[in-house]
């Protein structure tokens, strides 16, 4: 069976080898690049800009960035028909091709936030390193949090004011570096789509760019909506042991103001990509090429619920009025990030399934349909179990991360 079979519906004239080969695996993969560069953006404004008032979500940006980073590279290794050869991406490197200059990129950025939560950590480590020493008895998991930190110390044990300072400097340069290698790290997906010379679609400059801007709006949303939902959980559990004061103040208090300052520049990236995404439906409109008359069929007729109802009214107006009301709260911010990151899932969908819909021959269509029950092993990784194991694997991650990189609020401030 041709791989695409499965989930392609056809209609009207469509060539014999024609399917939707690209399906659910490829619409998460820049979906995920989009959350790992938006949420590193989001971390870098305090970093970089020092905006005291993000300060700790900035902090939770930034391990849920790398916890989100080796998921990345999962879509794609489940789509391989050979799973195997997406290590040679990494393993022979060269700017001529594309999706290899992708894996320099990844291998570069992964290295610079692995650096940064290093210079941001290092304090922690090193006190942490004294505090498990100091223990006259520890458990399984306190020698091994204890092996953990004396190997990722390096070390580096030097807590003076010189050495932190210089923690601090080098956290802010590779903030700054890192912000414009993951706009490249999610801008070159745009690139891929808006360089494929036979698909109509996809074919314009402007991809790119609405790639990362809609990438940032995704990071921030998920960043805004996890950290509400996170520092809402430990709250109540430590209500429940007894400290219910002084964690009610720091959720009720700090967590309302930090939402209320992100929820800002989650405003001013997504008019920005709402604007780029409607200047890009007008200028082809505009310009009316040769395959217009087929686009227009797509995006006005077979996918006009998929586009304008759930993409831009659901995932885009709906959110900017909750947002922009007066008197934001944050279930009210919450409920308005879980429309964002659906509008960006909306928006790969269209992009890399509604750029296969039409035919080669431009009298036909094919409509992909999602896998729900998975029947074999290529319609679990192609359909909705493969996607929900992309979605849910860097939540786990950062449970074991946030173990050693604490993310949320601690005593000892960096």
Known sequence: MVHGE????KELFVLPNEYIYWSIQIVMYPYMTGLVAGAFVLSSLYHVFNVERLKGIARFALVFSFALLPVAMLPLTLHLQQPLRGSHVL????????????????????????????????????????????????????????????????????????????????????????????????GYAGFIFGSVKANALWLTPLMPVIFICSAVVSGIALCILSYAVFMTIRARIAQRGGVAHRSGESTSGIQNDEIRSTTRYLLLFMMLAITLELLDVIFRGYTAVKSWDILREVIYDKDFTKIFVLQYGLGNVLPLILLLVPGLTTRRACIACVMVLFGVLMMRWNVVIGGQAFSLTFAGF??????????????????????????????????????????FPRKTPN
């Not at 499965?6 to 519906?9: D, G, K, P, R, V």
């Not at 349909?369 to 939540?395: M, N």
């Open 366 to 407: 094919m409509e992909y349909h999602l896998p729900i029950i998975p029947t074999s092993l290529e319609t679990f990784r192609e359909g909705l179990f493969g996607a929900l194991l992309v979605a849910v694997t860097p939540f786990v991650l950062f449970y074991f991360l946030n173990k050693i990189f604490p993310a």
């Open 91 to 186: 393993m022979t490197p060269h700017f001529t091709s594309a999706i290899s200059a992708f894996g320099i990129v990844f291998m570069t950025y992964g290295a610079i936030v692995a650096a940064e939560i290093w210079f941001v950590y290092r304090r922690h480590i090193v006190e942490s390193i004294a505090a498990l020493s100091a223990k006259a008895t520890r458990g399984v998991g306190d020698n091994l949090l204890l092996r953990i930190h004396q190997v990722i110390s390096l070390g580096a044990t030097d807590l003076s004011e010189d050495a932190l300072r210089a923690d601090h400097k080098a956290v802010r340069f590779l903030a700054a570096l890192g912000i414009p290698v993951a706009c490249f790290l999610h």
């Open 6 to 9: 499965l989930w392609t519906i």
